[in-house]
């Protein structure tokens, strides 16, 4: 299968392809011939293991070349790809790994304990491979019992192209995303079509010459996939470990950044750092900020164009399963408050009313279903969900939009209940499952209310049993044992019994409303 890489590789070896420069000074860079190279390395290291088309591989990580190493080196050998977020927990891990059949996991040092921990649990994980070994700063590998040295074995492999056969159409990537079930799903893709990208990137003017920054972490699907458009650009990836907002000024300003992909948190930590603070650093080298992952506010939208140059701030409608789907061009964003723009070309979106129809007419909400060659192929061992997303040649995640007289989308709801906090997803029934373990809990209900800096945080109404004194404070700190971090109910509030339809399901709904109806509108 040709690799965008790979040619970048033969036109432009000494280009740099990754840029890691830490607050301690320590750089790393990587050419696009030397990423091309390591990415060989890898792919036939992991043939070696007996790794290779079809198999499910773990990468798990905070941003690093290594990360972009493996983004690359999979497709090589036809192993699907399963990025997992590296802040959850062993038990929401272990099932991810078990649910994928994940047959390798490739790991940064400092969570190769986490994986070394619930390897027995997994006896289709035949390798944990770990890499970096820098958790601490620059470093040695970090030895894990039962963890092979990811660094040893990319030293001893071949950097030639991997002689493997891979069809063109084979599933590349396996993405983890909450849906219509209480546990997370693997939503399968396959390889982005050039053609189809073609006009969302002339759309936004995306340009070889590009400079990218990660302003999120690659295992989410927007960064990742948008890092993934720079490196078949040919652009300059600059990857920052971890977010801070002062740091990702100061890449800005040193590598002339001229494009990214952001949702709200990052860039709210941005522009509400102190004046003389951002004074610091040059910032009109930005061209395109991609927004999306999660709604950003009018206010945020203005505060960042306080900030940032008028004509850098579009914003793109899309998911994990479908794609990019609408795009708002810097020169509506004041004029179309609450829009997410119109349908990128190639893209067709219908609106179904609750009648099972589609709307025809404006400003008449409808659910969202997109048909276009970004689609998402199934969701894996979850075939009742795949077909309920589904109608005809069209697929929906829940959400649900109207159409401006002018065919701007505004989404207005969520079929769903899903919380969408800081750009991740949490799906209720998970924070509801940890909430129930306690023995003070009959039952809980969790949805998102607004927040300002998250876009949304999790907000629990909990149901106590008779007899037990429940503390907020200790209930939520009793979930940590669950959940990751993001999906930590922020409030909770108690009442006697919940609301319920006629057939027992509880209406979130009128649990959301109060904390939402001054908010709706554009």
């Given at each position: 299968?040709?690799?965008?890489?790979?040619?970048?590789a033969?036109?432009?070896p000494?280009r740099?392809a990754?840029i890691?420069?830490?607050?301690?000074?320590?750089?790393?860079?990587l050419?696009f011939?030397?990423?091309?190279?390591?990415a060989?390395?890898?792919?036939?290291a992991?043939?070696?293991l007996?790794?290779g088309p079809g198999?499910?591989?773990?990468?798990?990580?905070p941003?690093s070349?290594?990360?972009?190493r493996?983004?690359?080196?999979?497709p090589?050998?036809?192993?699907?790809?399963?990025p997992?977020?590296?802040?959850?927990?062993?038990?929401e891990?272990?099932?991810?790994l078990d649910d994928?059949?994940?047959?390798?996991a490739?790991?940064?040092?400092e969570l190769?304990?986490?994986f070394a921990?619930i390897?027995p649990?997994?006896?289709?994980l035949?390798?944990?491979?770990?890499?970096?070994?820098?958790a601490?700063?620059?470093?040695?590998?970090l030895?894990?019992?039962?963890?092979?040295d990811?660094?040893a074995?990319?030293?001893?492999?071949?950097?030639?192209?991997p002689?493997?056969a891979?069809?063109?159409?084979a599933?590349?990537?396996?993405?983890?995303?909450?849906?219509?079930?209480?546990?997370?799903?693997?939503?399968?893709?396959r390889?982005?079509?050039?053609?189809?990208l073609?006009p969302?990137?002339?759309?936004?003017g995306?340009?070889?010459d590009?400079?990218?920054i990660?302003?999120?972490?690659?295992?989410?699907s927007g960064p990742g996939?948008?890092?993934?458009?720079?490196?078949?650009?040919?652009?300059?990836?600059v990857?920052?470990?971890r977010?801070?907002?002062?740091?990702?000024?100061?890449?800005?300003?040193?590598?002339?950044?001229?494009?990214t992909f952001?949702?709200?948190?990052?860039?709210?930590m941005v522009v509400?750092?102190?004046a003389?603070?951002?004074a610091?650093?040059?910032r009109?080298?930005?061209k395109r900020?991609?927004?999306?992952?999660a709604?950003?506010?009018y206010?945020?939208?203005?505060a960042?164009?306080?900030d940032?140059p008028?004509?850098s701030?579009?914003?793109?409608?899309?998911?994990?399963?479908?794609g990019?789907?609408?795009?708002?061009a810097?020169?509506?964003?004041?004029?179309?408050?609450?829009s997410?723009g119109?349908a990128?070309p190639?893209?067709?979106?219908a609106?179904?009313g609750?009648?099972g129809?589609?709307?025809t007419?404006?400003?008449v909400?409808?659910?969202?279903?997109?048909?276009?060659?970004g689609?998402?192929v199934?969701?894996?061992?979850?075939?009742?969900?795949?077909?309920?997303s589904?109608?005809g040649?069209f697929?929906?995640?829940?959400d649900v939009?109207?159409?401006d007289?002018?065919?701007?989308?505004?989404?207005?709801d969520?079929?769903s209940?899903?919380?969408?906090?800081?750009?991740?997803?949490?799906?209720?029934?998970?924070?509801?499952?940890?909430?129930?373990?306690?023995?003070g809990v009959?039952?809980?209900a969790a949805?998102?209310i607004?927040?300002?800096?998250?876009?949304?945080?999790?907000?629990?109404?909990?149901v106590?049993r008779?007899?037990h004194?429940?503390?907020?404070?200790?209930?939520?700190?009793?979930t940590?044992?669950?959940?990751?971090?993001?999906?930590?109910?922020?409030?909770?509030s108690?009442?006697?019994?919940l609301p319920?339809?006629?057939?027992?399901?509880?209406?979130?709904?009128?649990?959301?409303?109060?904390?939402?109806?001054?908010?709706?509108?554009p």
């Amino acid at each position: 299968m040709a690799s965008p890489l790979s040619a970048h590789a033969a036109a432009t070896p000494d280009r740099p392809a990754v840029i890691e420069d830490r607050p301690d000074g320590t750089v790393t860079t990587l050419t696009f011939g030397e990423l091309d190279r390591q990415a060989n390395r890898l792919a036939n290291a992991l043939l070696d293991l007996g790794v290779g088309p079809g198999d499910a591989v773990v990468w798990c990580g905070p941003n690093s070349p290594d990360v972009v190493r493996a983004m690359h080196a999979l497709p090589r050998i036809g192993a699907v790809a399963v990025p997992l977020n590296y802040r959850l927990t062993a038990e929401e891990a272990t099932y991810i790994l078990d649910d994928a059949d994940a047959g390798a996991a490739y790991v940064d040092a400092e969570l190769a304990p986490l994986f070394a921990g619930i390897r027995p649990a997994l006896p289709r994980l035949r390798h944990l491979i770990a890499f970096g070994g820098r958790a601490e700063g620059p470093g040695a590998y970090l030895p894990v019992n039962g963890a092979l040295d990811g660094d040893a074995l990319l030293a001893g492999a071949r950097d030639t192209e991997p002689a493997v056969a891979v069809a063109a159409d084979a599933p590349t990537a396996m993405l983890y995303t909450s849906g219509t079930t209480g546990r997370p799903k693997g939503a399968v893709r396959r390889p982005a079509d050039p053609e189809a990208l073609r006009p969302l990137l002339e759309a936004v003017g995306h340009r070889p010459d590009d400079v990218y920054i990660t302003t999120g972490p690659l295992y989410h699907s927007g960064p990742g996939g948008y890092l993934g458009i720079a490196h078949r650009l040919g652009n300059t990836a600059v990857v920052q470990r971890r977010f801070d907002p002062e740091d990702w000024l100061r890449l800005v300003d040193r590598y002339r950044v001229t494009a990214t992909f952001s949702a709200p948190t990052p860039i709210r930590m941005v522009v509400n750092l102190p004046a003389a603070v951002k004074a610091r650093y040059d910032r009109s080298s930005m061209k395109r900020m991609i927004a999306n992952a999660a709604p950003w506010s009018y206010a945020l939208k203005l505060a960042y164009l306080a900030d940032f140059p008028e004509d850098s701030l579009w914003e793109v409608y899309g998911s994990t399963e479908l794609g990019v789907n609408t795009v708002l061009a810097p020169a509506d964003q004041r004029r179309k408050p609450g829009s997410c723009g119109r349908a990128v070309p190639g893209v067709e979106i219908a609106l179904v009313g609750e009648d099972g129809r589609e709307v025809t007419h404006p400003y008449v909400p409808g659910e969202v279903y997109v048909r276009s060659a970004g689609t998402f192929v199934a969701y894996h061992k979850a075939e009742s969900a795949t077909r309920a997303s589904r109608r005809g040649d069209f697929a929906s995640v829940g959400d649900v939009a109207y159409r401006d007289d002018e065919g701007y989308y505004h989404i207005c709801d969520r079929k769903s209940d899903m919380i969408i906090s800081g750009g991740m997803n949490v799906y209720p029934a998970e924070v509801e499952a940890a909430l129930e373990r306690h023995p003070g809990v009959v039952e809980a209900a969790a949805f998102g209310i607004p927040s300002e800096e998250w876009g949304e945080s999790v907000h629990a109404v909990v149901v106590p049993r008779p007899g037990h004194a429940l503390d907020a404070a200790a209930l939520m700190a009793a979930t940590r044992t669950h959940l990751a971090g993001y999906k930590l109910p922020r409030s909770v509030s108690f009442a006697d019994e919940l609301p319920r339809t006629g057939s027992g399901k509880v209406l979130r709904r009128v649990l959301r409303e109060p904390y939402w109806k001054d908010r709706r509108g554009p």
